[in-house]
């Protein structure tokens, strides 16, 4: 690199008088350099003067100098020398062209963007719910957890059920515990998937875009919004202060104004996927990691939790609650007037491996007992046994059974108290049937009506030549026992989806000014109520003041 000085004469017309050094750029190929100019100007046409320019020769090469007419101009309407070495740079890069090279982390890159734009689709995401929907429809018309026995003799291959659906069916593609089957699972899957990919690809950008202050600075790009107004005599400080006072958050900008409410109507739709996506994971941690069972227990008897339960799917994992001990220390009914039954309850005791009672409570339908995890419902009820006198003999338990009644849902259960000796191939006895626990029939060695007796009121009775008196009906809980681990998580996601789906209908205003000379005009849009916001907004530009000009007297 050297310096050189040269002397140059040129003549300029309508020159400025200045005083002050000034700096200006002389754009020719011959002169590619920043240069220094120092003198006093006239404002005389056709006037003389001597510029001593003093430069440094970059790289270039002398043989590619060519001489050319002299510019020079104001540094506004000539490039930098910082951007005409960008330019050669660009020129250079253009006549060799450097060759990308494929990485892995390109191709993966490209990949992932086509799997999101693919799972990002409305149709896909449509199609999976209706999918599920119709497995779902599937899964309540057909029964469900029976032993392949079962369906073997109800979807015969001889007479398929609609013309196609068989045994072969149900069974392989595992219909028969459709919401723990791999079809049902990888639908679910797919479909969380969609909703991750939408929000990713859509809902996030769209949310990092409305958090961007954007001040505008044209009268002309503000009327092309939605709505838009001038204020002739207004100030853009007015304006802000009464959109501050509407909920608007107002950010200004010298004569530029930019304000907006509502940004949570934007996150609302991620709340939203976020949670589906809870309901889903919830639905599937309760259909394959639950236990399940139920029994019917005798008064005064026990069982243990453990025994009772079983699982559901692969997720499924027993707790410590699952060793403890569970006795009905009494079984008992409500009635209406009518004699029917009205409520029945159970009164339980929990107790642990060391034999201490953790936890009593008498459950009835709708008020179930939770421990560990564990919760027991109250579902159904049985006779177990009648305890009874024979000529103040005993007592005696019968253990009574269940009758099948043509129609209906009534229950009738019934006992024989044999008469005369067991051994006897032709054994005879007193037969009793009981509806529920607050009376017994008894009818004798030929079937006939002997009487009624209520179990509280321990009155004998006379019956082929015996005395007997029922002392007690015992009567059986039926109860069912599950884990569910999902619960929480289902719960969690429909609240979740209930609060953001209100706040989704929140609006999103945007309100752009401008002060433009003594007016102001004002722009806006939004993207819901759409009809309501251009009222909503001239409300507000009503409440602006108007400024009037006084003149002051000298």
């Known amino acids: 690199m050297e310096t050189q000085t040269l002397t140059l004469n040129t003549t300029h017309t309508s020159l400025y008088l200045s005083s002050r050094p000034q700096t200006h750029l002389i754009k020719s190929p011959f002169f590619p350099y920043k240069t220094t100019k120092h003198g006093l100007y006239n404002t005389n046409n056709f006037n003389h003067f001597t510029l001593k320019v003093t430069c440094k020769l970059t ?80 899964g309540t018309f057909i029964d469900q957890g029976e032993a ?3 369906y073997f003799q109800k979807y015969p291959e001889e007479n398929p059920v609609f013309g196609f659906l068989t045994w072969r069916w149900i069974l392989p593609l595992g219909f028969d515990h459709m919401f723990t089957s791999p079809i049902f699972l990888g639908i679910l899957v797919l479909l969380g998937a969609s909703l991750m ?93 639950s236990f399940r069972g139920s029994v019917t227990v005798p ?46 309850y159970t009164d339980l005791s929990l107790y642990d491996l060391e034999g201490k009672e953790v936890l009593r409570k008498t459950i009835k339908v709708n008020d179930p007992l939770r ?3 564990i919760t027991i419902y109250q579902t159904d009820w049985s006779i177990s046994a009648l305890q009874v006198l024979k000529d103040d ?27 005369g000796s067991v051994d006897s191939p032709n054994v005879k006895g007193i037969s009793m049937l009981a509806r529920d626990l607050q009376s017994v029939v008894l009818y004798d060695q030929e079937g006939k009506f002997a009487g009624i007796r209520r179990p509280s009121s321990k009155l004998p009775i006379e019956i082929d030549g015996s005395k007997i008196v029922v002392l007690d009906a015992i009567g059986s809980s039926g109860l069912n026992l599950k884990t569910d681990p999902g619960v929480p998580v289902v719960y969690a996601g429909f609240g979740a989806l209930m609060l953001t789906t209100c706040i989704s209908f929140l609006s999103h205003s945007q309100i752009w000014a401008l002060q433009d000379g003594t007016s102001v005009v004002v722009g806006g849009k939004t993207n819901r109520a759409k009809a309501e916001f251009p009222d909503a907004i001239n409300r507000l530009l009503d409440q602006v003041p108007e400024i009037v000009a006084s003149s002051q007297s000298k």
């Open 59 to 138: 790289k270039a090469s002398k043989d590619s100098v060519k001489t050319k007419n002299l510019i020079v101009g104001p540094a506004d309407k000539a490039p930098l020398l910082s951007e005409k070495s960008s330019d050669s740079s660009e020129s250079d890069s253009q006549t060799k062209p450097v060759k990308k090279k494929t990485t892995g982390k390109m191709l993966l890159r490209r990949y992932s963007k086509k799997v999101l734009s693919v799972l990002s689709n409305l149709s896909l995401a449509i199609g999976e719910m209706f999918t599920i929907a119709g497995l779902m429809a599937i």
């Open 148 to 150: 392949p026995g079962y």
């Open 197 to 289: 990919a939408c929000t990713s690809t859509t809902q996030i950008p769209i949310v990092k875009v409305a958090r961007r202050w954007s001040f505008v600075h044209s009268p002309d790009t503000i009327k092309k919004q939605e709505f838009s107004d001038t204020l002739p005599s207004a100030s853009v400080q007015d304006l802000g202060v009464i959109l501050m006072g509407a909920g608007y958050e107002v950010f200004k900008k010298g004569p530029s104004l930019y304000a907006f409410k509502g940004l949570a109507g934007r996150f609302a739709p991620i709340g939203v996927h976020f949670a589906l996506l809870l309901i889903m994971a919830g639905g599937t941690l309760s259909a394959a990691g």
């Open 299 to 344: 008064q005064g008897l026990n069982f243990v939790a453990g025994d009772v339960l079983e699982p559901s799917g692969f997720l499924s994992t027993p707790s410590n609650a699952f060793s403890t001990e569970v006795h009905v220390n009494k079984f008992y009914m409500e009635y209406y007037d009518s004699g029917e039954v009205s409520q029945f």
């Open 371 to 373: 421990y560990g995890g």
């Open 393 to 419: 003999e005993g007592p005696f338990n019968l253990a009574m059974a269940p009758l099948q009644m043509n129609g209906g849902d009534k229950k009738l259960y019934g006992t024989i108290l044999p008469v």
